[in-house]
């Protein structure tokens, strides 16, 4: 059986809420929720922010960037009335940032089963964040060529 | 009952005007003896975020749901949530959520069908709640047990099965998700996630009104005056029929039945939880396509 290997900034994330009991691990998601920074001016009047489709669940707003050093930076939003699809996107956001394209594209797309959140959170719920996750990597592709 | 009804004006006209309260009725009696107020939210973490003082939790995945098949929880299980969440067989329950209630609507029908006689709504939900500057507090709610019978739940008069809609064409079937979905341009609501759906339509037959309808601006009911007006007139609905409503998994369907149910008065209402998650990926049943509703297969 081959160890995964993460970034140390996923490791360190899911290390923290393995070591919790099941409804702490839900705590820690929502602060996670409240640590999500506001979008930098730049963003906050992209055309998608005004393309919110009511009747949605949890519309998550991603910006995923490399930068001229080839480094990722993610900025995200969603409604403060989602803070479960908020601490996906926080989670990912601090886990991500910082790395090089290559070893975004080189975290597993089953990270989000990783952290212990499937009981707590529930299964299907946690694709929300596989589906952040997705996209994420798509856009870094993209960017890459 | 153990706990008054909300004599509210506004609740007048529905045919079961017990099983709804208004926000003002409802912080008037909080912490009344024998009253358990639960809140039910799309969002796992709402509850933490905030919630109605002295308010408990129950998660339609983590709590409702079978922790395997699809299905809901057994009589001990729905016995051992009762219990933990200081709810006996004679308490007043009062739900909420986000969502126009989509939640609570359906955590009401799950203790329908686990005969829960006293089981109420707060009109508008959590969002008209926070709206009127209602007190929340992030802490969690520690209720003394409760002593809950192990009650075996019935589906046969609230719930459907594929089977039953299958037996039921022809009769009144109404598809209460979003046009889009009905028409078959896709499978989920709009930014809603994929969830593995094959099929894009609807049920033959299926009449398509969207449960927003039902709902105001402010996440309440509609008068009666106005779901008369949707339901018998333009529907066409008598308390003759036999009607089956259905979305995708179940809780869009599950304010339709409510409204159907207790606000019009209608008694052989009944929800089909497999909704289009099963329908539209299950083999050899039929589908139609398009805006119109269909004809029964031959």
């Not at chain 2, 594929?162 to 609501?189: C, F, I, K, M, Q």
């Amino acid at each position: 059986m081959s160890e995964i290997i993460l970034p140390p900034s996923l490791t360190a994330i899911r290390d923290d809420f393995l070591a919790l009991e099941q409804r702490d691990r839900l705590q820690l998601l929502l602060e996670f929720s409240q640590e999500l920074p506001a979008l930098p001016p730049r963003y906050a009047e992209h055309p998608d922010l005004l393309e919110r489709v009511e009747e949605c669940q949890a519309p998550v707003f991603i910006f995923p960037e490399v930068d001229s050093d080839g480094i990722f930076h993610l900025h995200a939003t969603a409604p403060a009335e989602a803070p479960t699809t908020r601490g996906f996107a926080s989670i990912l956001a601090q886990g991500l940032d910082g790395l090089t394209a290559q070893q975004v594209l080189d975290v597993p797309d089953d990270f989000p089963y990783m952290i212990g959140l499937t009981e707590a959170v529930s299964p299907l719920r946690i694709r929300g964040m596989l589906g952040i996750l997705g996209r994420i990597k798509r856009a870094v592709r993209a960017h890459l060529g | 009952m153990t706990v008054d009804l909300d004599a509210a004006p506004e609740l007048f006209g529905y045919a079961h005007p017990e099983r709804l309260v208004t926000t003002a009725w409802l912080e008037k009696n909080l912490g009344h003896d024998g009253l358990v107020v639960v809140e039910s939210d799309e969002d796992v973490l709402l509850y933490e975020v905030g919630h109605i003082p002295g308010a408990v939790k129950i998660d339609w995945h983590t709590d409702l749901n079978h922790p395997v098949e699809r299905d809901y929880i057994n009589g001990e299980a729905f016995s051992d949530l009762m219990i933990k969440k200081g709810i006996s067989r004679d308490t007043a329950v009062v739900i909420y959520g986000d969502k126009s209630n989509w939640w609570a609507a359906y955590a009401l029908w799950v203790f329908t069908l686990f005969g829960h006689e006293d089981v109420r709504l707060l009109n508008g939900g959590r969002d008209k709640w926070i709206a009127e500057g209602r007190a929340l507090t992030s802490n969690p709610s520690t209720p003394a047990p409760a002593e809950y019978p192990v009650i075996y739940r019935d589906d046969t008069e609230h719930r459907a099965y594929r089977e039953d809609v299958l037996a039921h064409l022809g009769n009144p079937l109404v598809d209460v998700r979003s046009p889009e979905e009905y028409v078959g341009d896709r499978t989920t609501a709009p930014a809603y996630p994929e969830e593995g759906t094959l099929r894009a339509g609807h049920i033959p037959t299926a009449v398509s009104i969207p449960w927003a309808r039902a709902a105001a601006e402010d996440g309440t009911f509609r008068s009666i005056e106005e779901l008369t007006a949707i339901y018998r007139d333009e529907l066409g609905l008598t308390e003759e029929d036999e009607v089956i409503v259905y979305c995708r998994i179940g809780e869009r369907s599950s304010h339709t039945w409510f409204v159907l149910t207790y606000l019009l008065g209608l008694d052989g209402v009944q929800n089909y939880d497999g909704s289009w998650t099963e329908w539209g990926s299950a083999v050899r049943v039929p589908i139609v396509k398009g805006a119109e509703p269909g004809v029964v297969p031959v």
